[in-house]
């Protein structure tokens, strides 16, 4: 079905003349591909998609670029996809402030040179944690 309306939408921008102005196009371009009551998009529809853009582009940024508007036009709308997300993001969220607490806890008691200590880590290790939770 997506692939269908997308075809289709392919086509009416092919059709187009040449005398469309920018708003046209911006109106044409902000109308989403499928609606939320539509069935979500198979797996060979998509992956299709996938194909394309990589063809398409010929660099890394190009195609990552493609990669994920496709998906996010393909995806958009689904109740369970939007659920899951909230969930990984939350999941994320926590997942840092963890990291943050474990990092600064031990800021002053951390120990590069015994490894037998309780509280030894490896000097690259632990800087690389800490900047990462700090930038």
């Known amino acids: ?15 187009a003349s040449p005398t469309t102005s920018s708003a046209d196009v911006a109106a044409e371009e902000a109308r989403p591909i ?16 996938i194909k394309t853009a ?9 195609f990552v ?13 689904n109740p369970c996809v939007m659920f899951l997300t909230n969930i990984i993001n939350i999941f ?3 997942w840092f402030i963890c990291g943050n607490v474990w990092v600064y ?6 120990d590069y040179d ?17 900047w990462s939770v700090t930038i």
């Open 92 to 94: 994320l969220f926590a």
């Open 105 to 110: 806890t031990i800021i002053n008691e951390v």
């Open 34 to 49: 499928t609606s939320p009551t539509d069935a979500p998009p198979t797996y060979d529809s998509v992956m299709g998609k």
């Open 65 to 77: 670029k493609a990669l994920a508007k496709t998906l996010k036009e393909a995806l958009s709308g």
């Open 114 to 130: 015994h490894p037998l200590s309780k509280n030894y880590c490896d000097q690259v290790t632990y800087q690389f944690a800490f």
């Open 1 to 15: 079905m997506l692939s269908i309306v997308f075809q289709m939408r392919l086509e009416d921008m092919e059709e």
């Open 54 to 62: 990589k063809s398409e582009h010929g660099n890394s940024v190009g």
